[in-house]
């Protein structure tokens, strides 16, 4: 349960800007999507990395949909990222967006990342939803190619989130967690285990920071203001992460 307040997105008088960020994977939204809409409006997150998004017969309409009925607009992925998916909320501008196909596998799922560079309170920040292979060895290399993503990206600060399919001691979460802030390490806030859904036994959906972002709180959003324990468990197979972050003021470097 939650045991104290997550912060509320903000301007702070130096020009920090405290945003909030939620990773979900919602199964193609293949079971309660009132749900699913309901527990995202209540974490009012201003950035949502989205796995398994809707890919197949009109997937443009049904992520619409979400956008819609959570009050965020699409800012890329999908299909054309093989399920990862970027929403934003007006609070952000949008400098640049890419969609990316990784190698295949014979016989496993397409995989993709959903990438973007916007700016919020005029801090350049680059991101990156993703969700990895199950296969072991797959998993560690599509890892090492995100990192060489995010280097591509050239921006002082990046938020990566995600469906690992990976515990925090496996290979591919510490080759991220070695580079970047794992947000629920650094400053743990509601509840840890985020699948499966219904009766939650591991972390493999996390969210990541560059060093310059400050961690203010992270975790599943369990006991939120309107996030019940029935919608959560009917919106989709996981539970959401939703982590509330400080990025820097605009600096000359920006």
Not at 20 to 25: E, K, M
Not at 71 to 92: K, N, Q
Not at 172 to 197: N, Y
Request: net charge neutral; glycine share 8%; charged share 25%.
């Amino acid at each position: 349960m939650v045991t104290t307040e997550l912060p509320d997105s903000r301007t702070e008088p130096d020009g920090s800007a405290v945003i909030r960020v939620l990773s979900y994977n919602i199964r193609s939204m293949r079971d309660d999507r009132e749900a699913l809409a309901r527990v995202i409006r209540a974490c009012a997150p201003d950035l949502v990395f989205i796995q398994e998004a809707p890919r197949f017969f009109r997937w443009r309409k049904r992520a619409a949909w979400l956008a819609a009925h959570t009050d965020l607009v699409i800012l890329s992925g999908g299909a054309t990222a093989a399920g990862p998916l970027l929403l934003c909320s007006l609070r952000a501008t949008v400098e640049r967006t890419e969609d990316l196909l990784l190698p295949r596998t014979p016989g496993l799922h397409r995989r993709g990342f959903a990438t973007a560079v916007v700016r919020i309170a005029g801090t350049r920040i680059g991101l990156l939803s993703c969700h990895l292979s199950l296969r072991h060895e797959e998993r560690v290399v599509q890892a090492d190619m995100l990192l060489d993503r995010l280097d591509a990206m050239q921006v002082e600060h990046v938020i990566v989130a995600g469906d690992l399919n990976d515990a925090p001691e496996g290979k591919a979460f510490q080759l991220l967690a070695g580079r970047l802030q794992d947000g629920r390490s650094v400053r743990p806030w509601g509840g840890e285990l985020t699948f499966p859904a219904h009766d939650p036994r591991l972390r493999i959906d996390a969210v990541f920071a560059s060093r310059g972002i400050e961690v203010l709180g992270c975790g599943v959003p369990s006991g939120l203001p309107g996030v019940t324990e029935q919608d959560l468990r009917a919106a989709t197979d996981h539970l959401p992460v939703l982590a509330a972050l400080r990025v820097p003021a605009l600096s000359s470097l920006a």
